[in-house]
């Protein structure tokens, strides 16, 4: 049976004049059906220039936040809620303050605290999460840097004390890459609109000291490997030398691992099972879910979503 496409003329969501997290851009959606209806739930992506939080001499931040929106005809409409965010990071500058309580109710360091972004949402072994690509830090306008002549104000309000030290935490911050955080996700919670307990802080499922590292999921059940039943995910770390096997593999790559438990991924404890350079061309590579397993599950393995990120010349000039 083939797939039966359907594009709308014009974006379901644009940004939204005024609106302070998100007047700049509304893009990189999540979608999730109610299991109760027809119904659709979204998050996604958006930022604005957070001027409240403006350093003298720099450019505005500009903090990435996730909203909610809902459509009732399979897609065609959305209704967004732009009178706040979904989930917004916290922002908070010292080194004492980025902390958050996991869903344990351990303090943890919060690695959320300046950017979600790319939210990705799954069900694991019954239950529903989120994965999204985080940042301790905002950026200034972020895009300058493929300007000419060029401005990075990717680390512009990155604070002076991450040179202080060189602990895992502070190396993360001193180059603010992304990390990868998962989240527990009410959907009865979100769709309510009591956003703030609709999302439960897990625990980062990559290490920002080791590479940025985004694009993760996991797959709705575990699978036995190495004669034990573990959580599988798959993750696109930027420099790929860093990993097991990765002087044989070349960008853009995507790495298979397994833990035991959630926790174990940033830890150490992980194994890669494997990693696969899945095209030859286009800057980066990154999966997108694997979905309910009845939908997505083949008889000799999964079908998965992609997203290639192409270099500007194959866009203007595709062959």
């Not at 974006?11 to 059906?33: H, R, T, Y």
């Not at 490997?225 to 790559?253: C, D, E, N």
């Not at 286009?282 to 192409?310: C, D, P, T, V, Y």
Request: proline content about 9%; aromatic content about 12%; some cysteine.
């Amino acid at each position: 049976m083939k797939p039966h496409f359907r594009y709308s003329p014009e974006p379901v969501l644009e940004p939204v004049p005024g609106c302070e997290w998100a007047s700049k851009m509304v893009l990189n959606p999540a979608i999730v059906k109610d299991p109760a209806s027809e119904r659709l739930h979204m998050l996604f992506r958006a930022t604005g220039p957070w001027s409240r939080k403006r350093k003298k001499g720099k450019h505005d931040p500009y903090p990435i936040f996730l909203g909610y929106a809902a459509s009732s005809d399979l897609g065609r409409t959305w209704t967004a809620d732009f009178s706040r965010p979904a989930i917004a990071p916290a922002l908070n500058e010292r080194y004492e303050d980025i902390y958050i309580t996991d869903i344990h109710g351990n303090r943890v360091r919060d690695y959320s605290n300046g950017c979600i972004e790319d939210p990705r949402i799954f069900p694991v072994e019954d239950e529903l999460y989120l994965s999204a690509a985080c940042r301790l830090f905002p950026p200034g306008p972020y895009w300058l840097i493929d300007r000419e002549p060029p401005v990075d104000t990717r680390n512009d309000y990155v604070p002076e004390w991450v040179h202080e030290g060189d602990d895992p935490f502070r190396v993360t911050a001193c180059s603010n890459p992304t990390v990868t955080v998962l989240y527990k996700l009410d959907l009865d919670k979100l769709k309510s609109g009591c956003y703030e307990e609709a999302f439960a802080y897990v625990c980062p499922l990559t290490e920002g000291y080791v590479s940025d590292n985004r694009d993760a999921f996991l797959f709705p059940n575990k699978m036995l490997i190495g004669g034990k039943l573990q959580y599988v995910m798959l993750h696109r770390p930027m420099t790929s030398a860093l990993f097991p096997q990765g002087a044989r593999a070349k960008k853009p790559s995507i790495y298979l691992a397994a833990a035991e438990k959630l926790e174990d991924f940033a830890c150490g404890r992980q194994s890669t099972v494997c990693w696969r350079r899945v095209y030859s061309t286009g800057k980066r590579i990154g999966s997108g879910q694997a979905g309910r397993r009845s939908e997505f599950r083949l008889a000799n393995g999964w079908f998965l979503i992609m997203a290639k990120k192409m270099p500007a010349s194959d866009i203007r000039n595709p062959s």
